[in-house]
């Protein structure tokens, strides 16, 4: 099921995500109905809080993306990106390495907003998979960014978080915009 993306303004993404204890059929089912709407919306990534959940949750998929690669280390030997997409990343503990890198950066929350974001070029990953298993690995290139920005959203940061101040006070219009008709449609509702 194609779930709807909250945008920036609705109170969800600024919560930081529950740990997930288990895995019960309806966090199975959440994260089957997250792949579906990431895929829908051409996302390489989606994390719980953008579905209006705030859970240690986020699901990744770098594959569609050609033109800007990604690394992967797996005991400390390089391995295929593919070998571990799509990603689930369940209550995932990060650790930043390597110079920080400057690139071209958006967010299905943000619709037609994108920015040039400085983050570490690689990081170290440990997690939960889909299956609850312990997963580890260093990765680099596009989907060490993807991981860095989604953990984020878990921790209820947004990529507006790190922008530079001259970016940031350059969008400021078009994020006041979004935030406004975030707003407005969530009053309606009530
Ligand atoms: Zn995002």
Known sequence: ????????????????????????PEIKKLIADM?????ENHGVGLAA?????????????????????????????????????PLVLINPVIT?????V???????????IFAEITRPGF???K??????????FRCGGLLARAVQHEVDHLNGLL???RMDKKTKLELQPELDDLQAVTKTELAKKK
């Open 1 to 24: 099921m194609v779930l709807t993306i909250v945008k920036y303004g609705h109170p969800a993404l600024r919560q930081k995500g529950a740990r997930i204890e288990s895995i019960t």
């Open 35 to 39: 792949f579906e709407t990431m895929e």
């Open 49 to 85: 809080q953008q579905v209006g959940m705030a859970k240690q949750l986020t699901v990744i998929d770098v594959r569609g993306v050609t033109d800007r690669p990604s690394t992967l280390e797996r005991d400390g030997q390089p391995a295929d990106v593919a070998s571990i997409m």
């Open 96 to 100: 930043p390495a390597g110079e920080p």
């Open 102 to 112: 400057t690139g071209g950066e958006g967010c299905l929350s943000f619709p037609e």
């Open 123 to 125: 990081v170290e990953v």
């Open 127 to 136: 997690a939960l998979d889909a299956k609850g298993k312990p997963l580890e």
């Open 159 to 161: 990529f507006i978080d």
